[in-house]
């Protein structure tokens, strides 16, 4: 979800029309904005796994 998102935030309100509701498979702003997606949705990801495993794993 969070590459759909990314990427439907690459066509501008302003080229936005029934042909164009997503970018062009060419554009060269998708790619780093999907990573940078991608990367942020990762590292919130891990970081709650993480304390999930901890306070999952802490002997009572």
Do not use: Q
Not at 2 to 20: F, G, K, S, W
Not at 26 to 53: M, Q, R
């Amino acid at each position: 979800m969070a590459a759909a998102r990314a990427l439907a935030r690459v066509v501008t309100i302003n080229d936005l029309c029934e042909d164009h509701i997503i970018p062009d498979a060419l554009d060269k702003n998708g790619g780093p904005i999907v990573a940078k997606a991608w990367s942020e949705h990762l590292t919130f990801c891990s970081k709650h796994f993480y304390f999930y495993f901890v306070l999952t794993t802490i002997p009572n």
